[in-house]
Nanobody
Framework: QVQLVESGGGLVQAGGSLRLSCAAA????????MGWFRQAPGKEREAVAA????????YYADSVKGRFTISRDNIKNTVYLQMNSLEPEDTAVYYC????????????????WGQGTQVTVSS
């Protein structure tokens, strides 16, 4: 059974930093795209960042470029999201996901999802 478990969320002041982790179990995802999405109350789930299997191809949403960094460790089967200069608008539940359809930011192309971790940024 495939499991994705996020951790690292919490409450932080604007301008602060958090590092999210997503550990995958039950299968090796080293050859698949991994992504981070977020969903704020009353809004649709949106893509934040995605990273290809080798780590050499990375996409970011315009809203987080220059502030967030996605990375992965295929030996640990883990993907990370370093979030700096956080803003109240970044408040959301953050989800990691695994996609088998190549490099994409499209939500429907991801097959496995974690349960989410809450990130709250106070002003």
């Amino acid at each position: 059974q495939v499991q994705l478990v996020e951790s690292g969320g919490g409450l932080v002041q604007a301008g602060g930093s958090l590092r999210l982790s997503c550990a995958a179990a039950g299968r090796t995802f080293s050859r698949y795209t991994m992504g981070w999405f977020r969903q704020a109350p009353g809004k649709e789930r949106e893509a934040v960042a995605a990273i290809g299997w080798s780590g050499s191809i990375i996409y970011y949403a315009d809203s987080v470029k220059g502030r967030f960094t996605i990375s992965r460790d295929n030996i640990k089967n883990t993907v990370y999201l370093q979030m700096n200069s956080l803003e109240p608008e970044d408040t959301a539940v953050y989800y990691c996901a695994v996609g088998q359809m190549g490099m994409t930011m499209k939500r429907e192309s991801y097959d496995y999802w974690g349960q989410g971790t809450q990130v709250t940024v106070s002003s």
